[in-house]
C-alpha cells in the first residue's frame, strides 16, 4: 500500500457543475485495487450535498454525505484514521458511480490542446508501465518485472511482454538497437505476478545478436519470442512507405484509456467498444505519445511495443455491425496470439507516434493486421503484424470470470 500526494490535478463533477477541484490530492494505491483519490476537505463544495450519519470501523470514522433524494452515500470525509491512512484525515472521496471524477492530465506543455481529461479510477500511470518495462536482471541471462494492476481486469497484455522482452535483450547486448522482435503468445499471465524473461544467446556475432526469449510465471511458460539485435551502419540505399495522409494529433479525438502521462487521440473519433458503432473499414490511425521518458532507448523501444496490441483487433471489428470489443471475455472470446515487430530507426515515445492499423484478413477465427508506426513528420519508425483471435467460446456451458477470461 502507498498513500502520498498525486501528481496530478483533479476534479469531480455533477452535470455541469464542479463540487471539487484540487491540485493538492492524495492517491491511495494497493496492488491488485483501483486507486482512491483523497480531496483535501478545503477543496470540496459541500452545498450540492446532504449530510448523513457518520460511519466508522477499525478505527476509521467519517462524515457521509449524500446526493439529495438518494439513499446511497456519495462521499465520505475522513475524521478518524489508521496509522497507514492518517495522512488523508480531512480528506473526502467520492463514490465514483455517483460523482463524475476526472484527473486533468496537462499534457507536454500544458498548452490548452495539450490538456486531457482521465476518468477516475483510472488503471494507472505511464509511469507504471515505465517501472513494469525497466526490467531487473537477476542473473546475466534472466530478468524480472515489477507486477501492477488495479484488479480490474489483471492479465497480462501479450505487447506488453514483447516491450519487456525488447528491453531485456537491449540490456543484454548494449549498444545495439533491436532490428526485429517476434513473439507467440501461449498463455494468460498474471498481472499480479512477477513475470521472468530467460534469454537463450542463438548467435553473437560482429555485427548482429540473436537471442531467443521466454516469458514464465512460476515457471510456467506464458510466451516465446525470438529477437534481432543490430550494429548501427551507414545507408547504401534508403527509402520508406509514406505516412497515411490523416488528421494531426490535435486534429483527432482524445480517448480515455485510462493511463495519465500518455496521450492518445483517435483520427476520426474510429475507435470504439460499441458493438453498434457506425461501421467503417477496417482500419485505425491513432497518435499516442508519452511523457517524462527516461533517456534509455531501450525504453521508448519497449513503449512503442507495448501499445503495438490495443487496437488491431479492434480495427478487424470496424466493418462488421453488431460486433464490438465489449462483448470481449464476456459472450466472444478474444485476444492476441502473435506479434512480429521490425525498427527502423530509433525511437522516442515522448514525441508523437502515429500507428496505422490495417486488419487484412479476418477468417477461420483469425485475424490479421499490418500495422506501421510513423513519426510526426512522416518517417516511418516501425512495421508490426498481429495475429488475434475473434471466436465464439466453445465452452458454452461453463462459468468463466471475464476479469481473466481470453
Given amino acids: 500500500m502507498s498513500l502520498g500526494p498525486y501528481r496530478y490535478s483533479a476534479r469531480a463533477s455533477l452535470g455541469e457543475r464542479v463540487v471539487a477541484e484540487s491540485a493538492n490530492c492524495l492517491c491511495l494505491e494497493r496492488l491488485g485495487e483501483p486507486p482512491t483519490l ?3 476537505r478545503a477543496d470540496i463544495d459541500l452545498s450540492a450535498f446532504q449530510p448523513a ?3 466508522g470501523d477499525n478505527g476509521r470514522a467519517a462524515d457521509v454525505w449524500q446526493l439529495p433524494g438518494h439513499a446511497l452515500t456519495a462521499l465520505e470525509i475522513l475524521t478518524a484514521t489508521p496509522a497507514e491512512l492518517k495522512q488523508a484525515l480531512g480528506h473526502g472521496r467520492f463514490d465514483a458511480e455517483q460523482v ?18 482521465k476518468r477516475f479510477p483510472i488503471w494507472g500511470d505511464a509511469s507504471h508501465l515505465i517501472d513494469m518495462l525497466d526490467l531487473r536482471q537477476d542473473q546475466e541471462l534472466t530478468f524480472s518485472s515489477v507486477a501492477y494492476t488495479d484488479g480490474r481486469r489483471p492479465v497480462v497484455e501479450a505487447s506488453q511482454m514483447l516491450g519487456q522482452a525488447i528491453v531485456a535483450a537491449s540490456r543484454h547486448s548494449p549498444g545495439r538497437r533491436v532490428v526485429s522482435a517476434s513473439m507467440v503468445f501461449l498463455g ?4 499480479a505476478k512477477s513475470l521472468t524473461f530467460r534469454l537463450e544467446v542463438l548467435s553473437a556475432g560482429r555485427t548482429f545478436d540473436g537471442l531467443a526469449v521466454e516469458v514464465l510465471e512460476g515457471g510456467r511458460r506464458c510466451a516465446t519470442g525470438t529477437i534481432l539485435l543490430g550494429a548501427i551502419s551507414s545507408d547504401v540505399i534508403a527509402h520508406s512507405v509514406a505516412a497515411p495522409d490523416v488528421a494531426g494529433p490535435y486534429e483527432s479525438e482524445p480517448f480515455d484509456m485510462g493511463v495519465t502521462g500518455r496521450d492518445l487521440r483517435v483520427v476520426e473519433a474510429a475507435y470504439t467498444s460499441d458493438p453498434d458503432a457506425p461501421l ?3 482500419v485505425i490511425d491513432a497518435w499516442v505519445r508519452f511523457r517524462d521518458v527516461p533517456k534509455d532507448p531501450a525504453v521508448h523501444a519497449g513503449l512503442l511495443a507495448q501499445f503495438a496490441g490495443h487496437m488491431p483487433i479492434a480495427a478487424a471489428l ?8 465489449s462483448q470481449a471475455h464476456r459472450t466472444l472470446s ?3 496470439n502473435a506479434i512480429s515487430l521490425a525498427f527502423h530507426r530509433d ?4 514525441k508523437w507516434m502515429l500507428y496505422h492499423h490495417h486488419s487484412t484478413s479476418a477468417t477461420g477465427g483469425m485475424t490479421h493486421a499490418e500495422c506501421r508506426v510513423h513519426a510526426e513528420d512522416g518517417m516511418l519508425l516501425a512495421s508490426f503484424t498481429v495475429d488475434g483471435m475473434v471466436r465464439h467460446f466453445t465452452d458454452s456451458g461453463r462459468d468463466r470470470d471475464e476479469r481473466t477470461a481470453l
Fill in 38 to 40: 483523497y480531496f483535501p
Fill in 53 to 55: 450519519a457518520e460511519v
Fill in 100 to 117: 463524475l471524477v476526472e484527473v486533468i492530465d496537462r499534457g507536454h506543455d500544458s498548452e490548452p490542446h495539450d490538456v486531457t481529461y
Fill in 188 to 191: 494468460v499471465a498474471d498481472a
Fill in 280 to 282: 467503417g473499414p477496417p
Fill in 318 to 325: 470496424r466493418p462488421h455491425a453488431g460486433v464490438g470489443q
Fill in 334 to 336: 478474444m485476444g492476441i
Fill in 347 to 350: 525511437v522516442r515515445a515522448d
